[in-house]
């Protein structure tokens, strides 16, 4: 069975540095694409970035690009996602999902991490 | 980079109602189109992939039309689970930026 597994709700404050997790399980996880989405508060989904773990090849949507860092541990099969310098602003709910393609080759995220609530708050 | 808009923001139907909502790309996006359904609290769950193609395990009731720039999702006979937040999801970009619509909230009239 596919399983993303993301560690656990954080509480910080600004100008703080977070490291949060997302361990793949029941599939190759060097073999599909891991993205990253944020959700604020009572807002839609954004798009922040993906990575292979395959050889850390990671892209970066331009509204992230520089905020954030992703990466990858293939050894332990676990995608990241950190903050240097957190801001208010970062507080939302994040998931990681795998990047699949079909036959056809269109891609999609077909499987979710159940989300990790990051609260930034002095 | 390429938009997606979705219509309309809100919807308030009942049970048993046929629904149809609307996602239109900035941009042809050829049949690069995906649509999630998100419940309250919950992460978000794939129905449809390559504008009309339903994933595994999704109910019949739910279908994807369009392709280019215009699609839809339409769901024939609404059932008490059906009320939650859908997104589409454009995957053409070859910037690796694969934007998502605002979503549509689907209520119970």
């Known amino acids: 069975e596919v399983q993303l597994v993301q560690s656990g709700a954080e509480v910080k404050k600004p100008g703080e540095s977070l490291k949060i997790s997302c361990k793949g399980s029941?599939?190759?996880?060097?073999?599909?694409?891991i993205g990253w989405v944020r959700q604020m508060p009572g807002k839609g989904l954004e798009w922040m970035g993906i990575?292979?773990?395959?050889?850390?090849?990671?892209r970066y949507s331009p509204s992230f690009q520089g905020q954030v860092t992703i990466s990858a541990d293939k050894s332990i099969s676990t995608a990241y996602l950190q903050w240097s310098s957190l801001k208010a602003s970062d507080t939302a709910m994040y998931y990681c999902?795998?990047?699949?393609?079909?036959?056809?080759?269109?891609?999609?995220?077909?499987?979710w991490g159940q989300g990790t609530l990051v609260t930034v708050s002095s | 980079d390429i938009q997606m808009t979705q219509s309309p923001s809100s919807l308030s139907a009942s049970v048993g109602d046929r629904v149809t909502i609307t996602c239109r790309a900035s941009?042809?996006?050829?049949?690069?189109l995906n649509w999630y359904q998100q419940k309250p609290g919950k992460a978000p769950k794939l129905l449809i992939y390559?504008?009309?193609s339903l994933q595994s395990g999704v109910p019949s009731r739910f279908s994807g039309s369009g392709s280019g720039t215009d699609f839809t999702l339409t769901i024939s006979s609404l059932q008490p689970e059906d009320f939650a937040t859908y997104y589409c999801?454009?995957?053409?970009?070859?910037?690796?930026?694969?934007?998502f619509g605002q979503g549509t909230k689907l209520e119970i009239k």
């Open positions: 029941g599939y190759s996880f060097t073999s599909y694409w």
């Open positions: 999801q454009q995957s053409y970009s070859t910037l690796f930026m694969y934007t």
């Open positions: 390559a504008a009309s």
């Open positions: 990575i292979y773990p395959g050889d850390s090849d990671t």
């Open positions: 941009q042809s996006i050829s049949s690069y």
């Open positions: 999902a795998r990047w699949a393609t079909a036959v056809a080759g269109t891609p999609f995220f077909d499987y």
